[in-house]
């Protein structure tokens, strides 16, 4: 499918992993809590076990997501065998308001903030965002958080959320994500747009109607 950017008003984002470093951002906060505890795991296998943790916790009953980060350090805890020290669960979460954009993101959302209004659309607490986007330097003109909706993606409700909070046909929004679990797979069924940002060259086949490696990509295909 060729996308015709005319088409769109208003591009949805995802945050952490789209816009922002988030592997970066956890790997320095989680690596030296295993070291301190004497476990050696690959990158890959800390994002692997964050990935599932993280999930678990979000599909049971709705926590503001810096519980959710504790959470994700006491298990990991459970997993691999270590009992954390209360810093060492604190550690994550506090970490993340420092988490640093892409080396590509600010230039890219200027350019694309001269086309369209832009959204996030983001599993996080208002507060922890509202520090997030002091480093992406550009005003969203909406921001859609799982603590205001008490859910996180990939349920469909976050998605109507911004449908709703936006107010266009969903024909006229374009939903740009890293994330084929959270975001790609149910902006798809829900009958979007979405652009697959795939910053890790992962091979797979995600549905996205369109795949780039980055956001200055993306913004130097639309304009």
Known sequence: MTIDFNNYE???F?????MIDWETGVLTAIAPILSNHNIQLTNAQIF???GEIENEIEAGEYIKYREVLRNVVKKMGDR???IPNPTEVDALAKSLTSWQPFSDSVEA???LKQKFKLAVISNVDNDLFAETVKHLQVNFDY???AEQLKSY???HNNFYAAFDRIGLPKEKILHVAAS???DIVPAKALGMTAVWVNRRGVKQDSGADLEVPDLKTLASIVS
């Not at 995802?14 to 789209?18: E, K, R, S």
């Open 10 to 12: 208003v591009l949805t």
């Open 14 to 18: 995802d945050c952490y992993g789209t």
């Open 48 to 50: 692997d076990a964050f």
């Open 80 to 82: 691999f065998n270590f």
């Open 109 to 111: 959302l200027k350019v």
């Open 143 to 145: 921001v859609i958080t």
């Open 153 to 155: 993606k990939p349920s």
């Open 180 to 182: 084929v679990y959270h």
